[in-house]
């Protein structure tokens, strides 16, 4: 079984609006590289020029942040669900 | 997009320069970088001068050609123009020569300084035409866009942690708005208003029209600068959660100096946490010019975003204008609440608790100098934050209606203070 990813909205535009996609990568570092694949040019979109996720991406796995996991490291399972959410301000 | 858009040219994003209609929207589609309202400064210089603030009525609108909406304001009219307070007594015990507190503890119509966001992003998106409007909150912004959806007659939802103090859940409930609690700190309130936000098309005040919510907070900065007689003050001392607030102070210091409503002048702006929930004072002490995200435990409800989505520019605020960060505890937060209602007659929530307990330390540490002259944000209102003090600030001694008992209870504490 696959893994969930959601697909942000200022980002969808490289999916052909899809919202849900899956993948089958074992870290969160694979799973952008093959979304890379698949919807060239949305890697740049998340990560910077020395590779790292952009300061005002947050991704998570099950609700967690990955910077409180192993960040791209992180491991993912069958049936987990990454999101890719912007930064948003205060409350 | 609008033909007249009043003062503002775009929106653009603070990463990479990029330039995008004045919609509601909020992130770069090309690095997530935060959008920002730009201005025409050269047509506000022609109209925005102090005679002409000064003959318009005491409001934070006395300066609407820096706040981003296209005609005149349709929401919270009345709000702003808080007192700006000397006080010296404060001043005494905190041992620095000048203080003044900026009193958004009195702020209409709902008590705390987001009552100027929400005016402003409220106002614009009517403009943009929604009759929903959504927050995700730590609690004021919640009631804040209760009550002014309320008057405004928008539909509003809120989304809260489910644990807020019960001040700030009656707070939002009576006015009729939608309140949703969820199970879970404010980050993750966030990340699933940020998917909400998504899917709806609502005016979410704080994620796709952010650009024009955070500008709100300007207006703090320009009373600020006019109360004291039209100049910045030397040291101005901010709460932060997300951070955004702090960056907006400075940025209404380097609008008025550039259309030379105030003088050139040196400033520094500090940034106070709570110990709890510090990312962005952990990291200013570090000299780190990025956060590290936290799980937030803290009585500060108001301040506690772990991951603050300002904190880098908060962090380059600081760095620029000289200013630092500290961070106090529980304990010292309430110490901070006590000491300015005795010495000012003011009760702040939380937020005002950790602002002059971060005030005190900088002041002791001399990163404040005891010779200079400090203005105090204080943001929110303490009867909403009662919880946080319920037991700790004194109690009552109960007496029959008997004058015996009393006169007894007064001779008992004259032997206790003899
Ligand atoms: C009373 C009070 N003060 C200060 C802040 C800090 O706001 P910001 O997120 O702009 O740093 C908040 C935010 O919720 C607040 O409620
Ligand atoms: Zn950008």
Redo the contacts with the bound molecule.
């Keep these: 079984m696959p893994k969930k990813v959601r697909i942000p909205t200022p980002l969808r535009k490289l999916t052909n609006n899809e919202e849900l996609v899956e993948v089958n990568a074992a870290t969160i570092g694979e799973a952008i590289a093959e979304l890379q694949r698949r919807f060239p040019g949305i890697q740049e979109r998340l990560l910077d020029d020395t590779g790292a996720v952009r300061r005002f991406v947050n991704v998570y796995v099950n609700q967690e942040d990955i910077r409180f996991l192993q960040n791209q490291q992180t491991p993912v399972k069958d049936g987990d669900e990454i999101s890719i959410i912007p930064a948003i301000?205060?409350? | 997009m609008e033909k007249n858009a009043g003062f503002m040219k775009a929106l653009k994003c603070r990463e990479c320069g990029r330039e995008y209609p004045l919609t509601a929207t909020h992130v770069c589609e090309f690095d997530f970088g935060p959008l920002e309202v730009v201005y025409d400064y050269n047509r506000i210089k022609q109209s925005l001068i102090r005679p002409v603030i000064q003959s318009r009525p005491q409001t934070m609108w006395r300066y609407r050609e820096l706040l981003p909406v296209a005609g005149e304001p349709t929401v919270g009219f009345q709000v702003g123009f808080t007192p700006l307070i000397k006080a010296d007594r404060l001043a005494r015990r905190l041992g620095v020569r000048e203080l003044w507190v900026k009193n958004d503890t009195v702020n209409y119509p709902s008590l705390?300084?987001?009552d100027r966001v929400v005016s402003v992003a409220l106002s614009r998106a009517r403009e943009l035409g929604f009759t929903t409007v959504a927050c995700a909150?730590?609690?004021?912004?919640a009631n804040s866009v209760a009550a002014n959806a309320a008057a405004a007659g928008l539909k509003a939802y809120v989304f809260i942690p489910a644990d807020l103090e019960q001040g700030k859940v009656v707070n939002s409930l009576v006015y009729g708005a939608e309140v949703i609690g969820i199970k879970g700190h404010y980050d993750e309130v966030n990340r699933l208003c940020a998917e909400i936000a998504g899917k709806y098309g609502w005016a979410f005040v704080n994620v796709n029209m952010r650009p024009y919510y955070?500008e709100g907070?300007k207006s703090m900065g320009f009373e600020i600068i006019e109360q004291l007689g039209w100049r910045v003050p030397q040291h101005t001392v901010?709460?932060?959660?997300?951070?955004?607030?702090?960056t907006?102070v400075q940025k209404s210091y380097q609008e008025f100096t550039k259309l030379g409503l105030a003088p050139e002048t040196t400033y520094h702006v500090h940034g106070a946490q709570a110990t709890g929930c510090a990312p962005i004072s952990t990291a200013q002490k570090a000299g780190l010019d990025f956060f590290k995200p936290v799980k937030p435990n803290t009585i500060a409800k108001?301040?506690a975003?772990g991951t603050?989505a300002?904190g880098f520019y908060?962090l380059k605020v600081m760095k620029e204008t000289g200013g630092a960060a500290d961070d106090v505890t529980d304990d010292e937060v309430r110490e901070g609440i006590r000491w300015l209602a005795e010495c000012e007659g003011i009760f702040a929530?939380t937020?005002?608790g950790v602002t002059v307990g971060v005030a005190k330390k900088l002041i002791v540490s001399g990163r404040i100098p005891a010779n200079d002259s400090v203005v105090l944000c204080v943001?929110?209102n303490g009867l909403k934050t009662l919880d946080a003090v319920v037991g700790q600030v004194g109690r009552t001694r109960e007496i029959k209606p008997s004058l015996r008992e009393f006169e007894a209870l007064l001779a008992h504490e004259d032997r206790v203070t003899a």
């Design positions: 301000a205060g409350g | 705390s300084f987001k909150s730590t609690g004021n912004l955070a907070s901010v709460p932060m959660a997300s951070g955004s607030l702090l907006k108001s301040l975003i603050p300002d908060a929530e937020a005002g943001t929110g």
